[in-house]
């Protein structure tokens, strides 16, 4: 509840005492306006919806359209951004704004 959630990408130069998103390197979905951030406090409608506690959350790049996808109990979403992963290294960010409790997966299983 009034959790500031975000889930994306950042690059290694991503100054991480900020949301996912707000910061220029990174690229997030915010779980609490349903916006996408990409580098700066200002966020872009798409329509997507916001999420819960219980919500299971799913990103990933298709490097062969160079677009970061997301997912919401296994249903996808949508795309977002554009040539994301050709020029920097990212890596899976998680950002909370506000007290709380996130686990993560992959493939393989529940990794923390």
């Known amino acids: 509840q009034e959790g500031f959630i ?17 910061e220029p390197g990174s690229f997030a979905w915010h779980m609490d306006d349903g916006f ?14 916001t999420s819960t506690t219980g919500d299971v959350i799913g990103c990933g790049i298709d490097f062969s359209k160079g677009q970061a996808f997301f997912t919401k109990n296994g249903q996808f979403i949508g795309y977002a951004f554009k040539n994301v992963g050709k020029e920097d290294k990212l890596y899976p960010s ?8 996130v686990s993560f997966n992959n493939d393989e299983g529940y990794i923390g």
């Open 94 to 101: 998680v950002g909370l704004r506000t007290p709380g409790q």
């Open 6 to 22: 975000s889930i994306g990408f950042s690059n290694r130069l991503t100054n991480l005492s900020r949301l996912v998103g707000w």
């Open 36 to 49: 996408v951030f990409e580098g700066r406090g200002e966020g872009t409608s798409m329509g997507w919806p």
